[in-house]
């Protein structure tokens, strides 16, 4: 239990549950954090923080309506909304819902809001199946990885973009995480300078098998992909599906106390996480592997 303690202190989520303990009861030790409210911000520009205190969700308010990027658990779906109230903005005004990936502690709310306000949902490629199907790859009848279903209303791939008035975002295939996994990019103005702002999808192990019965085929190869590919980004300002991702907390404490500058421009910071997550990711290949072989 201390292990799994651990983990949630970080919430990185950089190892799978111990074998000893069930999804059940790691999803249940993660809720209580997942679940709690936070205070809605202007991030940077015209990007806004709305989700809660363990996951993120994201708002970005252009000349056209709303961009709803993610949601969070089904039970977060009143509190971000409420959220999204709170900075002034309508969920009415919400024309395009996009995702990182479709896990269930991110698409939540998907039906729900889609259904409120007609918005279009915008999804990686790959990751379709799985979000009409509501579950996690690999593991199709887990009910505790289930999520409401939703209707896909485009899927894309690399370098496809999405715009809705004077905001354009660019999907970025980072498969590994999930199969469809997309990271968004976007450019925005940071007083008198453009920043390019990228929603990171994920790079943690998690709960993905990746050897003898892998979540899904390629899952090894798909991470190494991704992490080059991240590498090698130029990126301003890194964003993510949680908030311990890029210390949402910490800048956020600063942002309120300073007031400039932005602490949340941090040019580099996608490459040193990704590093070490390439890092973790190799121990845990190695662990799983080695929990293949046959005792001596």
């Not at 590498?231 to 949402?248: F, N, R, S, T």
Request: proline share 5%; hydrophobic share 40%.
């Amino acid at each position: 239990m201390k292990r799994l303690t651990a983990t949630l202190c970080a919430l990185a989520l950089f190892v799978p549950v111990a074998q000893a303990q069930t999804v059940k009861d790691f999803i249940a030790a993660v809720t209580k954090k997942w679940t709690t409210p936070f205070e809605p911000f202007q991030l940077i520009g015209n990007i806004y923080y709305v989700g809660t205190d363990g996951i993120a969700v994201y708002i970005i308010k252009t000349s056209q309506g709303l961009i709803l990027m993610d949601t969070a658990l089904p039970q977060s779906t009143g509190m971000i909304k409420d959220n999204i109230a709170k900075l002034g903005l309508k969920v009415a005004d919400i024309k395009v819902i996009l995702n990182t990936h479709a896990h269930f502690d991110h698409t939540g709310g998907f039906a729900e809001i889609k259904k409120e306000t007609g918005a279009q949902l915008v999804a990686g490629e790959r990751d379709k199946a799985l979000l009409e199907g509501g579950y996690y790859p690999g593991d199709e009848k887990n009910e505790d990885l289930a999520f409401p279903a939703v209707k896909v209303d485009r899927a894309v791939k690399e370098g496809d973009k999405v715009t809705l008035g004077d905001t354009t975002l660019t999907a970025h295939e980072t498969p590994g995480h999930s199969p469809g996994c997309t990271s968004w990019e976007m450019t925005v103005k940071d007083g008198s300078q453009d920043r390019e702002v990228l929603f990171f999808c994920s790079g943690t192990v998690a709960l993905n098998r990746l050897v003898g019965q892998p979540t899904y085929a390629g899952i090894v190869d798909d991470y190494r992909a991704t992490f080059a590919k991240a590498k090698a980004m130029k990126i301003d300002v890194l964003l993510g599906p949680h908030p311990e991702v890029y210390g949402m907390q910490d800048k956020r404490a600063q942002q309120i106390k300073d007031g400039s500058p932005n602490p949340f421009v941090k040019p580099g910071e996608l490459p040193a996480y990704v590093t070490g997550l390439s890092e973790d990711f190799d121990k845990q290949l190695a662990k799983q592997t080695a929990a293949l072989q046959p005792a001596k």
